[in-house]
């Protein structure tokens, strides 16, 4: 008779089990969606001046709210695994020619140069000098892609590889690439400045890249010569925070931390 009397509840129940997981379910993708982040132009910080005003009158897309694709947009992981996965299949294979300098410690450098399709809009020689990301080098597709779009707008392109990344180019001393080493990017730049006197340089920094290239025109003021503009995208003004920042759970970040130390072991055991 009792079990006759408990049998109605048992549906109620079931479905507040099911409506809990559905919430839960549901919060957990708003969470790592980002869903509820408001969307917003971006926070500018320059200095007030005429090239600061210049810059931001020919670049209106600075100002502009960021509008990201739905549902998806707003997660930087997604995006990351999106383009991480779609970037092989559509990513352009711009054609250049592999640089070979052997520095003073018996280490070989490498970039490749890549020429411009069309005439710059300006009429002038301008080259972009490229350093890509930690353990990255010319044939990555991020890097292929903004150099297939340099080309198409009139400039020519040095990309560095950094010392060590690239798996068919052989160590020929006992070192690699580092945080702060500019020896390659600086042969890299030398080469480029006497090989086309005439040539203008726009710096361009990737992650690590930016941190390179940041240091390399501060160290002397000679390496400033011909430079009209440095750019620097998404660089780690600190190493020391990033690591503290890089083995925290929140946002995944110790799960990127791993994915980038077991490249950079497979990295250094490949030149064991």
């Not at 048992?10 to 919430?23: E, H, S, W």
């Not at 708003?30 to 020919?58: G, H, M």
């Not at 690591?243 to 759970?249: A, D, G």
Request: hydrophobic fraction near 40%; charge should be positive; charged fraction near 20%.
């Amino acid at each position: 008779m009792s079990a006759m009397l408990e049998t109605p509840e048992l549906p109620a129940v079931f479905d507040g089990v099911k409506l809990a997981a559905v919430a839960a379910v549901l919060y957990v993708i708003v969470r790592c969606l980002n869903l509820k982040s408001p969307t917003a132009p971006p926070e500018l910080i320059y200095q007030d001046s005429a090239l600061a005003r210049f810059l931001l009158k020919s670049c209106p897309l600075l100002t502009k709210e960021y509008i990201p694709p739905l549902i998806w947009g707003k997660s930087g992981h997604i995006q990351t695994a999106l383009y991480g996965k779609m970037g092989r299949v559509r990513s352009p294979h711009p054609y250049g020619l592999r640089k070979y300098l052997t520095m003073s410690d018996g280490a070989t450098a490498t970039f490749d140069l890549f020429e411009p399709q069309l005439e710059h809009c300006i009429g002038e020689d301008v080259t972009m000098v490229i350093c890509p990301g930690i353990a990255n080098h010319s044939e990555k597709q991020y890097i292929r892609t903004f150099v297939d779009y340099a080309q198409k707008n009139g400039y020519r392109c040095a990309v560095l590889n950094h010392l060590g990344a690239l798996p068919n180019i052989e160590l020929t001393s006992p070192r690699m690439f580092t945080y702060g080493c500019t020896w390659e990017f600086g042969a890299m730049v030398n080469y480029i400045k006497k090989t086309y006197p005439q040539t203008q340089l726009v710096v361009v920094g990737f992650s690590l890249g930016g941190n390179i290239v940041c240091k390399y025109l501060g160290e002397s003021q000679a390496n400033q010569e011909r430079v009209l503009c440095c750019v620097s995208v998404c660089q780690g003004y600190s190493a020391l925070r990033a690591q503290e920042t890089f083995m925290q759970w929140d946002q995944c970040r110790r799960f990127y931390n791993f994915l980038m130390a077991d490249n950079m072991k497979k990295i250094i055991l490949s030149h064991r």
